[in-house]
């Protein structure tokens, strides 16, 4: 889990009410470019492996702090506000000069809001680069290590790559999970099969 990060409200400046949100289709597109910019110069740099470790480390923190996720995402933060305090998360957290100045240039042209996308991105490219997949799992419930083990290697099998898991519980699936694996989605939960039910059943009355 990374670092709890907590701004008082004099680092917010209102600077009017600037909508910097984009629909996420253009989120991923721009987040697109950004990380192919990323991913060169790391290989080039020979830093993919800090690099790695430095996207794991940021997916946590936001998924961990509400306040890291406000900072990237709210348009009431000036441009110095977000540099100054990811300057600081950065030193921290201990990230690699490649991350370091990729967060720093996001700040500066407004468009923290793709980090998320950016590093969903970066995480699939660096996955690629070494034979690998990520597979997004929504479960119903936890996965036991035995369960996870043997999905991932179902997967494998499958794609004929090594497969990690990253893995989401919510509850209202009520049984089964979403799989998604690169472009290909599986859905075997509950939830899914009553709702395809339900709508069969209205085209029917």
């Known amino acids: 889990m990374g670092p709890a990060v907590r701004l008082v409200p004099s680092q917010r400046q209102d600077i009017g009410r600037v909508d910097v949100s984009e629909p996420a289709s253009i989120s991923a597109s721009i987040a697109g470019r950004y990380a192919s910019a990323v991913f060169e110069l790391s290989q080039e740099s020979k830093s993919l492996a800090t690099l790695e470790s430095d996207v794991a480390a940021l997916e946590a923190s936001i998924a961990s702090s509400a306040d890291l996720r406000d900072l990237i995402s709210s348009p009431l933060y000036s441009r110095a506000a977000q540099r100054s305090a990811l300057d600081g998360i950065a030193a921290k957290m201990g990230l690699g000069t490649v991350a370091t100045n990729t967060l720093a240039l996001l700040a500066d042209k407004r468009r923290l809001f793709v980090l998320p996308h950016l590093l969903a991105a970066l995480r699939a ?9 990520t597979a997004d799992i929504t479960a119903a419930q936890a996965l036991s290590d035995a369960q996870a083990k ?9 794609s004929g790559k090594t497969v990690k898991l ?10 089964g999970m979403i ?3 690169g472009s290909k989605m599986i859905d075997t939960s509950v939830a899914s099969k009553l709702a395809s039910l339900q709508h069969a059943m209205k085209e029917v009355g």
Do not use: H, Y
């Open 125 to 133: 490219r660096i996955a690629d680069a070494k034979g690998e997949m």
């Open 150 to 158: 043997k999905l991932a290697a179902t997967l494998s099998k499958q």
């Open 179 to 181: 799989v998604k694996l």
């Open 166 to 175: 990253n893995v989401a519980v919510d509850e209202s699936l009520i049984g």
